[in-house]
């Protein structure tokens, strides 16, 4: 299966809350695992649930809220700083979702989100806060990106913005491509450059 | 136009620049340590590769290590397996692991400069955020996910855009019972959790450079912690003096060699920051946190800040971390209680800060009811301590001195905070979680910790101090 992503169109998920750390978005205690499967079911763990098995959700959380689901995460400013863990990307991705929006994400983060063909959408302070009162109002309400055009857009709003994207990262995103198979196509660069130094 | 430290490194590693994207660059050290690796060595294997430069990495065992009886077999399956596969692993692909057991294990970013293998000018990642550590000896030095952890494996490059670059001076001098753990806390709540994102932050100024090389570790470890991508600080005697004859450092002619090319590595006179912030070191209290970001920090004698002025959405974020801390705004932090007590991780878990604990606690009790962990960073800092005789005078107060490794800083393996109690912790993240489900963390100072270690309660460190 392809990773590529170019067009989502999807009701969202809104987590309202700033500096949402990655130790929120999947605590230490289950980063234990070996591979890159499965971490979906512990996303926001602290958050969904009051114990360590699914027994005892939390009422108001809203992944718990059977109104709010989708494609889309939405989340206040500064989202996934602190600790550099893939796994906050991987959980993210395994639960579900394709795009993160938020007014201003954590470089690593973001790196990590990119590197997994999750599409982190930097939106203004003014988009986001109309998103999240549009949301609340009526959880049916939709989004859609497009990659190729660097566009969000809510049309039931009439709201729409560019974001950035870097050319390559556009490329990688829009044809399924990762950093590393970009790398290895380089490798005899890479070795020239050893011997230059 | 002058160059900046930053730039002189950045720009010796370019391999190649992409139109209109990142650059490609090379890294001359990559650490690795269980958590963040396997799921790297199962990508390479995938792809039926080896690891491309073995030399170039080294591997410990520390997030997810016990810290007591590291000689029996770890009893947590999932721990266990985590850690043998990182042996499995380094042993097929020929990595230089200090696993348990071995006289070099310890946390990432303390054994890696205290074994000479950071030095200055080098590129170095980890997959671990607190890579900006290895900044402190004048290092390009910043934490990486798996994927990247994959890419150095297969290519020892990375996919890089340039950070933007900012420079803090913190001139003057520090007062009595100020230690650089306030000065970092201090710039991060002046700046926010988010307000280095984007940027590579440069310290210097005369307070930074009268600073040990330990001290300075902590500074540039918690640049992550206000968003910056890494943080460093020029090499210079005091760095050379710290480096010479460790282990991995270079000997004899190469040693006047290197030491020639590391004397170059300073910001230019006409070099330009995007940004520079000046600090008077003598404005710098004692500091401690009071919520749930490590830019939510306040000088020890100052009220937790008020929500009058907040507007409603922020109010509602800064409630809801005082309602996780139990805390009310507008209210002292001084003299409130505290249960546990944490001196370890990348931050402060060097000798100096065991040192600086073992000075202030030296023929003290613990106050009652309080639980106080002792966590070194690593075998010969565990070794050297007793070698002081500073364990005795750990056990004479009361603390419990454990093995080394991560510990309670994240909440992973076994040393948890229970929820609800409180934590005052030399660490370097006060998340909700952070030191296990529902703990409440106040981060503060080595020197701070102790003090609160005998008194059970926050407390000016000052009042204490001759
Ligand atoms: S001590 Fe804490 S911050 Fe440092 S590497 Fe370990 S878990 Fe990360």
């Known amino acids: 299966m392809s990773k590529a992503i170019n067009e989502v169109k999807s009701t969202v998920v809104p987590v309202d809350i700033e500096n949402v750390d990655t130790d929120q978005i999947i605590p230490a205690r289950f980063l234990k695992a070996t591979s890159r499967d499965g971490f979906g079911k512990n996303l926001f763990r602290d958050w969904r649930y009051h114990n360590d098995d699914e027994s005892q959700p939390k009422a108001d959380f809203v992944m718990n809220d059977p109104k709010f689901s989708g494609k889309f995460l939405v989340a206040g400013k500064n989202f996934g700083c602190g600790s550099s863990r893939e796994h906050a990307a991987w959980a993210i991705k395994d639960a579900g979702f394709d795009v993160v929006v938020s007014s201003f994400f954590a470089d690593i983060f973001k790196n990590n989100s990119l590197n997994n063909f999750l599409l982190p959408v930097t939106v203004s302070e003014e988009f986001l806060s109309k998103l999240f009162a549009a949301v609340k109002e009526n959880p049916a309400i939709e989004v859609q990106v497009s990659v190729q055009d660097q566009v969000i857009e809510v049309p039931a709003l009439g709201l729409k913005e560019q974001f950035d994207i870097n050319a390559y990262k556009k490329t990688c995103f829009l044809n399924g491509y990762d950093d590393i198979d970009y790398l290895l196509s380089i490798k005899p660069e890479i070795e020239a450059f050893e011997q230059s130094r | ?466």
């Open chain 2, 1 to 466: 136009m002058g160059k900046t430290l930053f730039e002189k490194i950045w720009d010796k590693h370019v391999v190649k620049e992409i139109d209109g994207g990142p650059s490609v660059l090379y890294i001359d050290k990559h650490f690795i340590h269980e958590v963040t690796s396997p799921q790297a060595f199962k990508g390479i294997e995938k792809r039926g590769m080896k690891v491309f430069r073995p030399q170039q990495i080294v591997a410990t065992a520390d997030h997810n290590v016990p810290t007591l009886n590291q000689h029996l077999p770890i009893g947590d399956e999932l721990s266990r397996n985590q850690v043998q596969q990182l042996i499995e692993n380094c042993a097929k692909h020929g990595v230089e692991l200090y696993g348990l057991g071995h006289p070099f294990q310890g946390i990432v970013h303390v054994i890696g400069p205290e074994l000479g293998v950071t030095q200055p000018g080098m590129t170095i990642v980890c997959g671990d955020s607190h890579t900006s550590t290895h900044g402190a000896f004048g290092a390009i030095a910043f934490g990486i996910g798996t994927s990247e952890v994959e890419m150095v494996m297969a290519t020892q490059c990375l996919m890089q855009s340039k950070p933007k670059l900012m420079r803090i001076n913190v001139d003057g001098e520090l007062k009595n019972g100020v230690v650089s753990k306030d000065i970092i806390l201090y710039i991060i709540a002046l700046i926010s959790a988010s307000g280095a994102t984007g940027y590579f932050v440069e310290y210097a100024g005369s307070a930074i450079r009268s600073l040990s090389m330990e001290a300075r570790m902590t500074i540039c470890n918690m640049s992550i912690e206000m968003g910056a991508r890494g943080g460093m600080i020029a090499p210079d005697q005091i760095t050379f003096d710290y480096m010479e004859g460790r282990l991995f450092a270079p000997k004899g002619a190469e040693w006047t060699a290197r030491l020639a090319e590391w004397k170059q590595l300073y910001s230019d006179s006409d070099a330009v920051f995007d940004k520079e912030i000046n600090i008077d070191a003598a404005d710098i209290e004692p500091m401690i946190t009071y919520g749930t970001n490590p830019g939510m920090g306040i000088g020890i004698t100052k009220n937790i800040p008020s929500d009058a002025t907040l507007d409603d959405n922020e109010k509602r974020n800064f409630l809801k971390s005082l309602n996780y801390m139990g805390l009310q705004p507008d209210t002292p932090i001084k003299d409130r209680n505290i249960d546990y007590v944490f001196i370890g991780s990348c931050t402060n878990s060097r000798i100096e800060d065991l040192r600086m604990v073992a000075d202030f606690v030296k023929g003290k009790k613990k106050a009652d009811g309080v639980e106080v962990w002792i966590v070194p960073g690593s075998k010969q800092v565990e070794l050297q301590a007793k070698n002081e005789g500073i364990d005795k005078i750990f056990e004479e107060a009361g603390f419990m001195l454990r093995q080394p490794g991560c510990s309670a800083c994240l909440g992973m393996n076994e040393d948890k905070i229970p929820a609800g109690k409180y934590c005052i912790s030399t660490s370097n993240r006060n998340f909700e979680g952070r030191q296990g489900p529902n703990a409440r963390t106040f981060l503060a100072s080595p020197l701070t910790a102790a003090a609160a270690a005998i008194t059970g309660k926050v407390v000016d460190v000052r009042e204490y101090l001759n």
